[in-house]
Each structure stands twice: as C-alpha cells, then as structure tokens.
C-alpha cells in the first residue's frame, strides 16, 4: 500500500532507495507534471515586469492560460493595455505610494526586521545551484524574488516531466519540497493574501488568488499522481 507521507518523509530525508521501492514498477503521469510547469511559468510571468518580451507572450498565450484561471479562481481577468498594466505593476510592487507597496521577496516575510537578501534568498539560492538553475548574470534581481522561484519551479517540474536519471528525479522532487515546506506558506498565505486584497489593482488581485489556490493544492497533486501510479 502506498502511503504518500512516508514516500514524502523519505524523499525529503533524502532516503531515496526507500522512496523508490515504494515506486517499484510504477507508471507515472509525467504529463501532469508539464501541466504544473505551464501553470507555474504563467504566474512568473504575471508576477514580473510586463516588459514588450513578457507582455507579447502573455498576449500570445492568454487564451489559453487563462484556463488555469478558470481552474482556482471564479473569475477571468482580461489582460489589459500593456502600458497600464507596467504602470499598475510599478505601482504595487515598485512604489511605496503611500505605504501600499508589496514586497514580491520572501525574505521580507521570513527574516527579522523584513531584512532583504537573508538566510532564504540564500538558501533558495543554494537549492537553484543543485538544480543548474542560474540567474542571468546581467540580472539584478534577488533568488528570492516572487517569480523567480516561481520560474525556478517551473524548471524543477519540467524536469520531473522529462528526467534525465532516476537519481536526478528523486533530487529535483527533494527540492521542489524544500521550496514548498519552507516557503510555500509565505508565498500563498502572505504574499498572495496581501495581493489578493488590493481591490484598486484587480488584475493582480485575481492572478494572486490564482497563485494561492495553486500552492495551497500542489502536495495534494503530488500524493494524487503518485497515488494513482
């Protein structure tokens, strides 16, 4: 009998010959991970500057992403005029516009002091390493930031969905957890909720509710497709 929270403890105990005989013989959808990796490249993409590169591709593909909305959330926000949208964006995460800005970084929510560039950024950071996830070295954004570990699972689920080895899957599992326990509560319930209320910003708001559902339900995912395998 396969019981899905003694697969997870060992997994994340890094027990792997004791989570694969668990698996032994099993047929895994792998395609429910490549859904995962298309929901989860979406809302970085949201949750990033909508910048010609980033706002085509959203326009390009908002038929068909907008499905994920339909999936968590009552609502189907329309995707706007792009020029608005960098302005709204500036505006809720840039601008501190009377005390109203939210912080896209998780070390805000874990760290004393809301310090930035903390213990999570790094340990996000040595997560990103094991997996050969990389910031572009022109880029002057922190590990920690909303949408970067939101690409960064993203990557890690796509390669759930294509593995190269079997030890490289069990890995990339471990860190998919790592980053779910530790801060998947800071993404979702702190975040998220905060972003959610902002009714001058409903766009976001609904994308935010979006991200919240989609968190909250992911170990539910994982225990039913691996249940089910």
Excluded at 191 to 198: C, L
Aim: aromatic share 18%; with cysteine; charged share 25%.
């Amino acid at each position: 009998m396969f019981i899905y929270t003694d697969f997870k403890m060992f997994v994340t105990g890094s027990k792997f010959d004791e989570a694969k005989s668990m698996l032994k013989d099993a047929d895994i959808d792998t395609a429910s991970f490549s859904i995962l990796a298309n929901v989860s490249m979406f809302l970085s993409l949201i949750f990033r500057y909508p910048d010609d590169d980033v706002y085509d591709t959203l326009k390009d593909n908002w038929e068909t992403f907008s499905g994920f909305y339909s999936e968590y959330t009552s609502t189907v926000p329309a995707l706007y005029d792009q020029t608005e949208m960098q302005s709204d964006f500036i505006k809720l995460f840039k601008q501190d516009f009377k005390g109203h800005k939210v912080v896209p970084y998780i070390s805000f929510y874990t760290e004393e002091n809301k310090m930035l560039y903390g213990q999570s950024t790094f340990q996000i950071r040595e997560w990103m390493a094991e997996e050969g996830f990389y910031l572009d070295k022109s880029s002057c954004e922190l590990e920690d930031n909303i949408y970067i570990v939101l690409e960064f699972l993203s990557a890690m689920f796509t390669r759930l969905a294509e593995p190269q080895n079997i030890e490289q899957w069990y890995s990339t599992l471990k860190n998919i957890y790592n980053v779910l326990d530790n801060y998947g509560v800071v993404m979702a319930d702190e975040f998220a909720e905060i972003t959610s209320k902002r009714s001058d910003m409903p766009f976001y708001a609904e994308s935010a509710k979006l991200l919240q559902a989609f968190i909250r339900d992911l170990d539910a995912i994982f225990e039913d497709v691996l249940t089910s395998a």
